[in-house]
């Protein structure tokens, strides 16, 4: 199988996704995904202690045991029904939630004024935030992508907004922070978040009051198994970023939140300690400075 071209950075976001030629099992993927992100977070270890043999070694592991195509289809593959389906379902559940679209798709839309959605790591242009083009208004974007209606962009490196139109009235980080290989740039890229979103002040007087929102989607081990990182702790770093936690959904692979974006930025800072400690923990973790 030839290897796609290794995207330029994969310090942030995700590697989009091909069609899979095979279905695999879900012991294989998880696998395939896994041995990905293990292997990038040594590379990145290695880069930042200046070990270019390691990290050239480490390359070339990524290269023959971890992928691209593979990566991408075993991702596109856990979006399937049977394996927990599309995350933004919870999104337009909670979206409806607070009366930010209606129940019956674009029925009852009449607004010449859409939400402005930006979805980060698109895996596809055709998932549930798409059955409402007359109330939502989708950017999305991906480090390498491969449909159309995807622009190729690291979120990292997108410009800053400098007219009202840039910013966004929601974003979806459904299952990128995890991809980002170390605890500062997963940091910097919740702070980042902040600076597109269009604060109440700044919107018409008919915007919803549930608004500016991030969606965050991460697998649960992140959260619920990490010697670095629980719940509490994700909140009071949110807290601190200017958010306010207004759904949150565990299933058994994955945990969901909907943050509304306050303004009330206390400048909480996050660095690595432990919150607790067991043999079969994890090591993910979230830096604020």
Same mark, same amino acid.
Not at 177 to 183: E, I, K, R
Not at 205 to 212: I, K, M, T, V, Y
Not at 219 to 227: F, G, M, T
């Given at each position: 199988?030839?290897?796609?071209?290794?995207?330029?950075?994969?310090?942030?976001?995700?590697?989009?996704?091909?069609?899979?030629?095979?279905?695999?099992?879900?012991?294989?993927?998880?696998?395939?995904?896994?041995?990905?992100?293990?292997?990038?977070?040594?590379?990145?270890?290695?880069?930042?202690?200046?070990?270019?043999?390691?990290?050239?070694?480490?390359?070339?592991?990524?290269?023959?045991?971890?992928?691209?195509?593979?990566?991408?289809?075993?991702?596109?593959?856990?979006?399937?029904?049977?394996?927990?389906?599309?995350?933004?379902?919870?999104?337009?559940?909670?979206?409806q939630e607070h009366k930010i679209i209606h129940p019956n798709k674009d029925t009852n839309a009449t607004t010449t004024n859409p939400y402005q959605l930006l979805e980060v790591g698109a895996l596809s242009t055709k998932n549930e935030i798409s059955r409402f083009p007359k109330l939502l208004q989708?950017?999305?974007?991906?480090?390498?992508?491969?449909?159309?209606?995807? +622009?190729?962009?690291? /979120?990292?490196?997108? $410009? %800053? !907004?400098? *007219?009202?139109?840039?910013?966004?009235?929601?974003?979806? =980080?459904?299952?990128?922070?995890?991809?980002?290989?170390?605890?500062?740039?997963?940091?910097?890229?919740?702070?980042?978040?902040?600076?597109?979103?269009?604060?109440?002040?700044?919107?018409?007087?008919?915007?919803?009051?549930? +608004?500016?929102?991030? /969606?965050?989607?991460? $697998? %649960? !081990?992140? *959260?619920?198994?990490?010697?670095?990182?629980?719940?509490? =702790?994700?909140?009071?770093?949110?807290?601190?970023?200017?958010?306010?936690?207004?759904?949150?959904?565990?299933?058994?692979?994955?945990?969901?939140?909907?943050?509304?974006?306050?303004?009330?930025?206390?400048?909480?800072?996050?660095?690595?300690?432990?919150?607790?400690?067991? $043999?079969?923990?994890?090591?993910?973790?979230?830096?604020?400075?």
């Open positions: 199988m030839a290897l796609s071209k290794r995207p330029k950075s994969l310090s942030h976001g995700r590697p989009p996704i091909s069609k899979p030629s095979e279905r695999m099992s879900s012991k294989q993927s998880r696998t395939i995904i896994r041995t990905h992100h293990r292997l990038h977070k040594e590379h990145a270890a290695a880069v930042r202690k200046g070990d270019a043999q390691t990290a050239a070694r480490v390359k070339q592991a990524i290269e023959q045991k971890s992928n691209l195509k593979l990566y991408q289809a075993a991702s596109k593959q856990g979006q399937s029904k049977d394996r927990g389906g599309d995350s933004s379902k919870l999104l337009v559940q909670w979206m989708v950017t999305r974007i991906d480090l390498n992508s491969q449909e159309p209606g995807i +622009l190729q962009q690291n /979120f990292m490196e997108r $410009p %800053l !907004p400098s *007219v009202p139109s840039d910013y966004f009235d929601i974003i979806s =980080l459904s299952l990128v922070l995890n991809y980002v290989s170390d605890a500062v740039g997963r940091g910097e890229m919740l702070k980042r978040t902040t600076e597109f979103l269009r604060l109440q002040t700044s919107q018409p007087e008919a915007a919803n009051d549930a +608004l500016p929102l991030l /969606f965050l989607v991460l $697998p %649960l !081990p992140c *959260v619920a198994n990490s010697r670095y990182l629980n719940e509490q =702790l994700l909140e009071r770093i949110m807290t601190g970023l200017g958010y306010q936690v207004l759904n949150k959904k565990n299933t058994n692979k994955l945990c969901y939140y909907l943050f509304k974006l306050t303004g009330n930025v206390h400048g909480t800072k996050a660095d690595k300690r432990k919150v607790r400690d067991g $043999p079969s923990m994890n090591n993910f973790c979230i830096v604020v400075e």
